[in-house]
């Protein structure tokens, strides 16, 4: 039972923090408190059944792992030891990649709308964490890869128990809610402020298919969102950025469109609204959302922050 820093946390650098983990006795400490715990119970676990379940019989050398670990991804208390909030973070991540029996899933014809070609020959497969949404009826959004319409990441154990639909579901709510994290400010996976960048393509050219040659997408600008902390990145087309907004919600509201934030059709929505580089100096983006004869303009300047927000037109 280490003395030092038992029950106060301190700060740890990425460096002490790999170094910490990259120890087999430590690990194994971190994964037995995980097992041995039974939400929501969550009972401390007495130091003797810590030290049998890990398997360590010399209790110096347990100590030793044990007081490295304390403080940072676990707290002891008066009736044991328990993990600390970076310490389940840490299991969970590895639970949510590996304890699981399927890590792939075949293409399988889902058929959601297409929002390039309105056809419903659309697929989703699964490799690599990694969710990709295809139409087999037209080439999609990016040349290089013909027939790809979107790509979310999802870890493995989205896949358990869940079929097809569902797990194309959670992957729409996941990146939904992940994409409204960044927006407003905080990353979703260590809730630092991310830094904003605006890539715009200033030649960009549709063509018939939708294409452009400059930028290689049919999406003129991207949202770049960089997380300095954990270095966490996310791009997504500038529309993003207004679809889940209150005043687009209570405008589709009035106007009787559908709407089901976290779903396919209502995702790809923002494909039908209209962007503009209104100005380069300063930069000034609108992004306008269409319903009926009524249009909603939002103005942004280069770090996506709303400047306005103007109606236009008859309401419903
Ligand atoms: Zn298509
Ligand atoms: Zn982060």
């Known amino acids: 039972m280490s003395e030092e820093g038992s029950g106060s946390s301190s700060s740890l650098l990425p460096e002490e923090a790999f170094s910490l983990l990259g120890n087999e006795t430590r690990f194994n400490i971190l994964r037995a408190l995980w097992e041995l715990l ?39 208390t008066d009736d044991g030891y328990v993990l600390s909030d970076a310490g389940e973070q840490i299991v969970q991540t590895v639970v949510a990649g590996t304890a699981v029996e399927q890590t792939s899933m075949d293409p399988v014809h889902i058929g959601v709308i297409c929002p390039v070609c309105h056809g419903t020959g659309t697929t989703i497969r699964y490799d690599d964490e990694t969710l990709t949404v295809q139409c087999t009826e037209c080439d999609g959004i990016y040349p290089s890869r013909p027939g790809k319409l979107a790509e ?55 063509g018939d298919s939708g294409l452009c040659d400059k930028c290689d997408t049919t999406m003129q600008s991207i949202s770049m969102y960089l997380c300095q902390t954990c270095k966490h990145i996310w791009r997504f087309p500038i529309w993003c950025n207004v679809l889940w907004h209150p005043a687009t919600i209570a405008f589709f509201d009035n106007h009787g469109v559908d709407i089901e934030p976290l779903s396919w059709n209502y995702y790809v929505r923002g494909r039908e609204f209209d962007q503009e580089l209104l100005s380069e100096d300063p930069p000034r983006l609108a992004i306008t959302v269409p319903a009926d004869d009524a249009t909603l303009q939002f103005t942004f300047d280069e770090s996506m922050t709303i400047l306005s927000v103007e109606r236009d037109g008859p309401d419903a």
């Not at 003797?48 to 403080?71: A, I, T």
């Open 152 to 206: 979310f990441h999802l870890p493995p154990a989205g896949l358990a128990g869940r079929d097809p639909v569902s797990v194309f579901e959670s992957a729409i709510t996941r990146v939904t809610l992940e994409t409204r994290s960044m927006i407003a400010g905080v990353c979703p996976r260590c809730a630092s402020e991310p830094t904003v960048e605006v890539d715009w393509c200033r030649e960009h050219e549709g």
């Open 38 to 76: 039974d939400p929501p119970e969550s009972r401390p676990i007495s130091y003797s059944n810590l030290m049998g379940y890990v398997g360590v019989r010399d209790s110096g050398n347990f100590n030793y792992h044990l007081g490295k670990l304390e403080g940072h991804f676990v707290e002891s």
